[in-house]
């Protein structure tokens, strides 16, 4: 049984890897987070702004409140 999927788009601070941003849209959305985690890493390889969206996401997501 799967944990209940979050209403709130909220960085994991359980299941981080870095800053849980991957963790947390993957939970925000029932996705896996180790897939989501190899898919930004692939996207690295493309040219844009990922590492800057990234710490971006990380400072605007809110981290998650759980105990």
Known sequence: MSAPVSRR?????????????CAGIARRYGMSPGALRLAFVLSC???????????????????????
């Open 9 to 21: 788009l909220t960085r994991d601070t359980r299941n981080k890897v870095l800053g849980g941003v």
């Open 45 to 67: 390889v493309l040219p844009g702004p990922q590492f800057v969206a990234y710490l971006l996401l990380w400072i605007l997501i809110p981290p998650d409140t759980r105990a």
